[in-house]
């Protein structure tokens, strides 16, 4: 069974930092493209990062860009977001999500985590 | 590419149909096209790809349909389950883009 499980989501005041983490089982991790989608409470979904397979294409969202950092590691089958100089308006749940092919294909998400909740404020 | 979809609420009775629109700004590459299912307190479920395939474990009354920009997803007949919200996705260029969401609620 597939499983993606996060951590690290925590209350954190405007221009902090913080690092979400992403366990991942039941698949071969190395294979696949994995991302982050937010979810601000009572909101619609926006997808914020994603790394390739192996590693070497990230790719941000414009509203995070040069402030969040996606990385992973194959080895230890986690992924993690670095959230640098945080706004309130980074308030929302945060998936680990997978794409449904393998080795960057373009392809929809088959396997959501449960979300971590991260809250922004003073 | 901006999708947009309608309407924001649909409010129907278990037992009717359901139909979902997802209009983009411009051409989904090779329809490459997702909707999925979101339940209160649940991260989303992948209902449909490409557009009409259905994933794995979805039942026959959710069906997609649709091409380069109007997409389409029915629901035949409604279950109490099936009372959501539901979103579109683009994943055929970068950065994948959601539509805002329709919310399909009991009458």
Redesign the interface.
Known sequence: EVQLVESGGVVVQPGGSLRLSCAASGFTFKDYTIHWVRQAPGKGLEWVSLISWDGTSPYHADSVKGRFTISRDNGKNSLHLQMNSLKTEDTAFYYCVKDQGAYGVYSPFDAWGQGTLVTVSS | IVLTQSPGTLSLSPGERATLSCRASRRV??N?L?W?QQKPGQ????LI?DASSR??GIPDRFSGSGSATDFTLTISRLEPEDFAVY?C?Q???????????TNVEIK
Not at chain 2, 43 to 46: D, F, I, K
Not at chain 2, 91 to 101: C, D, I, N
């Open positions: 590459n090779s490459n997702a999925y991260a989303p479920r992948l790809y994933a794995t979103y996705q994943y055929g260029s970068s950065p994948r883009t959601f539509g805002q969401g």
